[in-house]
């Protein structure tokens, strides 16, 4: 049995191929694309016997979990905070690395039962769910620039106690 471990971002992943020993037997980087859980798939083709875990799979890493769970693949939510433990602890530093992490998600996967499993989510319009899904539909739009926020300037700045609770200053 392989586990997969899979490290998100927003524009790119690192997956690592680890065996049931804890071997590393081989890594991939990918572009995020509607072609990623394609992609992933091909290049674990090989290893017919295989689970995914995905840091992440209710945040950035949603997407990737959720396409491969509609492809009726096992796949395993890894906290980030448990990965962030099990770096510091196998590598004996915090320094991250995108295989070092995706390592560490196939290593928590491999000794941590009780992981919560991804079940693909029933997409009512038939779509097929987007990497970009974390992300607000104004903010994938072509050339879209956040407007400056005004609460700033509009908002009465108060002092005098912690907490800004206090007189308004004039």
Partial sequence: MITIGI???KSSLT???MDISG????TIRL????????QLQQWAASWPQ?????EGAEGLGR???????????QVVDVPAQLAARARLLNSGHARKT???DAASVAAVALHHPRLRVVR????????????????PRSSRCAGHRPEPSSSSRSAPHTSGTPGGVGRRDM
Wanted: aromatic letters at 6%; hydrophobic letters at 50%.
């Fill in 63 to 73: 997407g990737v979990a959720q396409g491969l769970a509609a492809a009726d693949k």
């Fill in 7 to 9: 490290d998100p971002h």
């Fill in 23 to 26: 071997v590393s037997v081989a």
């Fill in 31 to 38: 572009a995020v694309t509607t072609t990623t859980v394609d």
């Fill in 120 to 135: 693909a989510e029933d997409q009512a319009d038939g779509s097929f769910p987007t990497y970009l899904g974390a992300i």
């Fill in 50 to 54: 295989r689970r995914w875990a995905v």
């Fill in 98 to 100: 995108d295989a070092l």
């Fill in 15 to 17: 997956a690592m191929a």
